[in-house]
């Protein structure tokens, strides 16, 4: 299906490049999401990154069960040195956290020649409607299944390519899923105030929506705590710590305010009611998305 488009994808790559050429980019009917249960991640779009403008049609669906992942790919390049190439990959591995989606698939057939054969890697980025105001794609080759395989598990960041989105749109679909940040944790806290301490590491303990710690990590705790932990969003974490009677500092309150980034680390700003305020990052401890 994706080989009948390649006509009116060289016609629209004209239009485009000419639009991008006078500061105008040309509006299409979007194209339908696709619904459904399943962990996935589907767009249509162009992009361009340093001169190469291309084609991006793709559906990528998650392995669920003894199901495996499914999907395929349909990129066109339109480069002004390099010429014009069609690249067909069959979807394989595919890991959807939060807004972003990370995917490798088979390159079955290049019209150039030297990727067939080979793994494509991209990672994507979902910032909303539409593409050209947030949506983000990075991509990279392996030669070989094992480290593309490898780079989805481990949702890589190590890319070859950026590339723009100029057109179109990008839709990483997720259920109820969310972050779970159950277990232990090492915070890190850096004082404005009080510099010559910094960082001020702390033990987390996370149980569903509450947590116990304590500085200096490891114990015996001079400040020993309670708090709250909420996903504020998607990608957002707040812990609200009290500190309790026997701590070196009391009464005293803790608000920290961060992101969980697609590895699972977390990382933010804090303020007290003592008047101080700094920023956090975790040092050990890993988020899941579940």
């Not at 992009?47 to 190469?52: C, E, F, M, R, V």
Request: with cysteine; charged share 20%; proline share 4%.
């Amino acid at each position: 299906m994706m080989k009948m488009k390649k006509m009116s994808v060289i016609l629209l790559s004209f239009v485009i490049s000419l639009s991008i050429l006078v500061g105008a980019v040309p509006v299409f009917a979007a194209k339908p999401v696709m619904t459904g249960p399943a962990e996935k991640a589907t767009g249509e779009f162009w992009a361009q990154s340093t001169g190469s403008l291309v084609y991006l049609d793709f559906n990528a669906h998650e392995a669920k069960g003894t199901r495996p992942a499914k999907g395929e790919i349909y990129w066109y390049r339109d480069h002004p040195v390099h010429g014009t190439r069609d690249l067909y990959m069959d979807v394989k591995y595919v890991n959807v956290s939060g807004e972003y989606a990370y995917i490798a698939g088979y390159c079955g057939e290049d019209s150039a020649g030297t990727q067939t054969g080979k793994w494509l890697y991209i990672y994507v980025k979902d910032g909303g409607t539409p593409g050209r105001k947030g949506d983000e794609l990075w991509a990279r080759w392996y030669d070989d299944e094992a480290s593309a395989r490898t780079a989805v598990e481990t949702k890589s960041t190590s890319y070859w390519v950026q590339y723009d989105l100029v057109e179109g749109n990008l839709v990483v679909h997720t259920s109820k899923r969310s972050w779970d940040l159950t277990g232990s944790w090492i915070l890190d806290f850096y004082s404005t105030n009080w510099p010559s301490g910094n960082p001020y590491r702390h033990d987390m303990f996370v149980s569903e929506d509450t947590a116990t710690g304590g500085w200096p990590t490891g114990g015996p705790y001079t400040n020993s705590w309670t708090a709250t932990v909420g996903i504020t969003s998607s990608n957002s974490v707040d812990i609200v710590a009290i500190y309790l009677p026997t701590s070196g500092v009391y009464p005293y309150t803790l608000l920290a305010s961060g992101t969980i980034a697609p590895d699972g680390t977390l990382s933010g700003t804090w303020t007290d009611t003592l008047g101080d305020s700094g920023t956090w990052i975790s040092t050990s401890g890993v988020a899941t998305w579940e």
